[in-house]
């Protein structure tokens, strides 16, 4: 038999997160579940108390509905039928001065966002959408690299209630009307390109394009992501969003 290629120490298996739900879960009330297996049984036998343990322990901030669980099946089940949460609101609920995001782009520049900036970041660009007019069930679409900006701009989407669809700077400009085309956003933020292999890849001709290909934007953002000083026609830019 083949051994294991790593096994957590029973110092890391004390301080997971499964072992404080472990212990959480008893002391809610629940079954006293002191290994796995026991964990693992009762997450089956017991489908809708197990999940609704999940949501409590998990401190999910949202609106459970009626219940958890409709049509108790496998498969069919109907999972948190009437719950209702923000995606955005509970990924910002901590705040202070630790770590939210990492950043390292191709030619080494690091940049670190704690957690109070990133909301502070969010909340900007979440007033700015509002102002162009987004709202409940409204699409915002990003050309964007995977930046902080890019998240910045879903989680402020998100927290307004939009639908966010993105896609990698490098497709073509075909390629990108076909994902956004079908979808008819109403904002789009975009990064003016990017880099591969050390070259700046610059696309704001391309952008030109993609903005005269949907007719529905009525507003569309630049991110200089190459260029600080770049400007395109047509284009807000990102620090005056």
């Not at 294991?4 to 629940?30: C, D, I, R, T």
Request: aromatic share 10%.
């Amino acid at each position: 038999m083949t051994s294991p290629l790593w096994k957590p120490s029973p110092e890391q298996v004390a301080g997971s997160q499964m072992a404080a739900y472990q212990e959480w879960l008893a002391s809610a009330g629940g079954p006293d579940c002191e290994n796995y297996a026991e964990l693992w049984k009762f997450s089956v036998d017991d489908r809708e108390t197990f999940w609704a343990s999940i949501w409590d322990f998990c401190g999910v901030v949202g609106d459970l509905g009626n219940g958890v669980l409709e049509n108790d099946a496998m498969p069919g089940a109907n999972w948190f039928p009437g719950a209702r949460l923000n995606f955005a609101e509970n990924l910002l609920r901590h705040r202070g001065p630790g770590e939210a995001l990492v950043f390292v782009s191709e030619d080494g520049l690091r940049q670190s966002w704690t957690r109070q900036e990133l909301v502070a970041t969010v909340g900007t660009a979440q007033v700015a959408m509002r102002q162009a007019g987004v709202g409940v069930g409204d699409r915002v679409v990003a050309v964007l690299p995977n930046c902080p900006e890019a998240i910045v701009a879903m989680l402020a989407a998100n927290s307004l209630g939009a639908i966010w669809s993105s896609c990698s700077p490098d497709f073509g400009a075909e390629g990108i009307l076909d994902r956004f085309g079908q979808i008819e956003p109403k904002l789009l933020v975009a990064a003016d390109g990017y880099f591969w292999k050390g070259k700046a890849i610059d696309i704001s001709e391309k952008l030109k394009v993609v903005k005269g290909g949907l007719p529905t934007l009525q507003e569309s953002v630049l991110l200089p992501f190459v260029n600080p000083q770049i400007s395109v026609d047509g284009f807000t830019a990102w620090r005056t969003f």
